[in-house]
């Protein structure tokens, strides 16, 4: 096995990191690292987690959960998402609107300009209903 492990990776080098957003289904959340850094993880709310540098205490990721809630939130105002691509920002403005106090509008004002550009494809994602 090691070496099949050895020759694949000789066959596939890694292309290195790329900030790219990720979402996964089975839990609906969403994943970004603008970094590839060591980090750890800080919850802000039940909609954010960051990712903070091990060495610097900067935030280097995020994790955006209830995806498919906001969506649906959305949808009881009458806004209806029709784009292939959602903006990471748009989850994040949401959250700040419903922060409880300083500190986590604090670490949204931090996650938006992060996040700002990033997108994930809405093909598959179906609000909840409500």
């Given at each position: ?128 209903s409500t």
């Open positions: 096995m090691e070496q099949d492990l050895k020759q694949y990776l000789a066959d596939h080098p890694s292309k290195g990191f790329r900030a790219v957003p990720h979402y996964f289904p089975a839990g609906d959340y969403v994943t970004f690292y603008v970094k590839d850094e060591r980090c750890f993880a800080e919850r802000v709310d039940d909609l954010l987690t960051v990712f903070l540098s091990s060495e610097t205490g900067e935030m280097v990721g995020c994790k955006i959960k209830g995806i498919k809630h906001l969506l649906a939130a959305l949808g009881v105002f009458g806004v209806v998402v029709s784009s292939a691509d959602l903006a990471l920002e748009l989850f994040c403005v949401m959250g700040k609107s419903s922060a409880k106090d300083r500190d986590q509008r604090r670490r949204y004002d931090e996650a938006i300009p992060l996040v700002k550009g990033a997108v994930i494809g809405s093909g598959g994602i179906v609000p909840a």
